[in-house]
C-alpha cells in the first residue's frame, strides 16, 4: 500500500465511521463514546499498521511524518463530515421552513376568505 492509499483509506474509514456512528445505524441506538472513539481510532491505526508491514528499511523521520500525516488526515476526515453535516442541515431547516411558511399562508389565506 503506498502513502497516497493510506491517506485514502484512514479518509473514508473515518467518514464512514463518523456518519455510521452519528445516525445510529448499528443496533437502532447510539454507541457509547467509548466505543465510536476506540472504533475511529482503529479505522485510523489498522491501515498505518499495514502500511507499516508492508514498508522496507525507512528512516525514523519518515515514519514520524507519516504517522502525523495519517493522524492529520483523520481528523480533518471528521471535520469536513461535521461541515458537510452542517450544510445538509441548513438545507433541511430551509425546506421545511419554506413548507411550514408554505401551509401557514393556506390556512390563514383559508380564514380570511371566510
Not at 464512514?16 to 441506538?29: A, I, M, P
Request: glycine residues 8%; contains cysteine.
Amino acid at each position: 500500500m503506498n502513502e497516497g492509499w493510506l491517506y485514502a483509506t484512514v479518509a473514508m474509514g473515518e467518514a464512514l465511521l463518523h456518519f455510521v456512528c452519528k445516525q445510529e445505524y448499528l443496533l437502532g441506538r447510539k454507541l457509547h463514546p467509548v466505543v465510536a472513539y476506540t472504533l475511529g481510532v482503529l479505522a485510523m491505526m489498522i491501515p498505518f499498521t499495514f502500511w507499516l508491514i508492508g514498508l522496507e528499511q525507512v528512516d525514523k523521520f519518515v515514519l514520524v511524518w507519516a504517522l502525523w500525516k495519517t493522524i492529520g488526515t483523520a481528523g480533518l476526515s471528521v471535520l469536513v463530515s461535521y461541515g458537510f453535516e452542517a450544510v445538509v442541515g441548513l438545507i433541511w431547516d430551509d425546506k421545511h421552513k419554506t413548507e411550514e411558511n408554505a401551509l401557514l399562508r393556506q390556512v390563514s389565506d383559508g380564514k380570511a376568505k371566510q
